[in-house]
């Protein structure tokens, strides 16, 4: 089939990264995917075994980091849309490791827009570079209010600081060259296929290995959550349908505390494992905060559902239990991605 759009999804082989490849690659035939991914710790082929031997579909090993492998890759592939997902995502290890996160989220994105300036020039027609970054550029809320687009930012973590830099980078390159690029900022994603070092798998495999469940602080911050495939739908909106030099916000209208969202963890794992009720409860621990926690975080998602017709298909009650089935159903993959050096992160965060 003759191909109509030459793709690049960068950090492919990621959570969100490989549903958005799954998702592109079975949806439109006619488009050529090509993933670059570095596989760090955190990117897993084994995610993309669904789409693997798809003549639609190109694997590359790559770090968005090296200005000249991007270049070539541009030159070989000749790009009309990016998708920008490649990053150092957990807040954490920002904490312990800043200049790693100013390293790819900031000069890999700066790396990847002088590429497709270069690449496309003056013409720009039908090209899109679409960055994907997080509702955590908005800062932290108080009991009330909510992330709009036009909020200011405000990032408290090394992690958020670099995913802000490079929306600034991004949208200067709209107004400076005229490059077309739209970027989102989304809530806290959960579903199949998340790195354990995020809250929701994490108490989910914890539960299943009887280990303590680690709550930072009090509990009580508040997290917006969404299913990850309505995130991957607002994506595909957004790229095909979203206006050049705009930004929208992705959220679940889900919030919840952590410490409410770990006890209905506890209760759908228990039920599902045919443990007795209060059995995973009793592993919860409330553990030191996370220097620079932020308290909430909530978005407006008002401007992408009135524009671009978008809202989320999946209630948190049907999202949770569908994870936790599938993490149930799939230990061996999760046995695979804690062994080695998840084990030494582990105990480094966690002490045991
Ligand atoms: P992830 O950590 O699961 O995946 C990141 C991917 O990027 C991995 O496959 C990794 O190998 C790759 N990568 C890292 N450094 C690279 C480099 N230098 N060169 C090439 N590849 C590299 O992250 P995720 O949760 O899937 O998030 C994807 C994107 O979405 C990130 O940009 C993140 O900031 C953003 N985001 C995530 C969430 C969320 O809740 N997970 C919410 C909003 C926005
Ligand atoms: O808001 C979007 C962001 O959501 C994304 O940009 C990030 O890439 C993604 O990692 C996520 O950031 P958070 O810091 O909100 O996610 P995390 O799963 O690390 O933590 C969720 C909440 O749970 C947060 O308030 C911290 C708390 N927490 C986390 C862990 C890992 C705990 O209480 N215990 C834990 O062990």
């Known amino acids: 089939m003759p191909k109509t759009k030459s793709l690049l999804i960068t950090g492919g082989a990621g959570f969100i990264g490989s549903h958005l490849c799954i998702h592109l690659v079975e949806k439109y035939p006619d488009y050529h995917v090509v993933n670059l991914d570095k ?3 955190a990117g897993n082929l084994e995610n993309l075994k669904p789409i693997e031997n798809c003549q639609n579909y190109t694997f590359v090993k790559g770090d968005i980091t090296d200005a000249e492998t991007i270049r070539r890759l541009f030159e070989k592939y000749d790009f009309s849309g990016v998708f920008h997902l490649a990053a150092e995502s957990h807040v954490d290890r920002s904490i312990e490791s800043p200049n790693e996160f100013a390293m790819t989220n900031v000069l890999g994105t700066l790396n990847l827009l002088n590429a497709a300036r270069v690449q496309w020039g003056e013409k720009t027609e039908g090209k899109m570079f679409y960055h994907i970054s997080t509702d955590e550029v908005y800062g932290s809320l108080g009991d009330t209010g909510l992330f709009r687009e036009d909020t200011p930012y405000d990032p408290r973590s090394p992690y958020s600081a670099s995913k802000a830099s490079s929306d600034h980078f991004v949208r200067a390159y709209y107004h400076t060259y005229g490059l077309p ?6 809530s806290n994603n959960y579903g199949p ?7 929701i798998p994490l108490v989910i495999n914890n539960i299943l ?22 995130h991957i739908s607002a994506m595909d909106l957004i790229f095909h349908k979203g206006k050049a030099g705009e ?31 209060g059995f995973a409860r009793s592993l919860i621990t409330f553990v030191k905060d996370r220097p620079g926690h932020d308290r909430r975080y909530a978005i407006d998602a008002g401007k ?11 209630s948190a009650t049907e999202g949770l239990r569908s994870t936790v089935n599938w993490y149930l159903n799939n230990q061996d993959w999760l046995n695979r991605v804690t062994s080695g050096a ?6 480094k965060f966690y002490g045991s």
């Open 39 to 41: 596989l760090t710790y």
């Open 181 to 186: 690029v739209v970027i989102s900022n989304c």
């Open 193 to 199: 296929l998340q790195f354990p070092e995020k809250l």
């Open 209 to 230: 290995q009887k280990r303590e469940l680690p709550v930072y602080g009090d509990g009580k911050n508040v997290r917006d959550w969404l299913y990850v495939s309505d």
């Open 247 to 277: 930004t929208y916000n992705i959220g679940g209208d889900n919030e919840m505390q952590n410490i409410e969202l770990v006890r209905n963890l506890c209760d759908i794992t228990d039920e599902l494992l045919g443990r007795e009720k």
């Open 304 to 314: 992408i559902k009135k524009t671009l017709g978008w809202a989320p298909a999946t």
């Open 342 to 347: 998840y084990k030494k992160y582990y105990e």
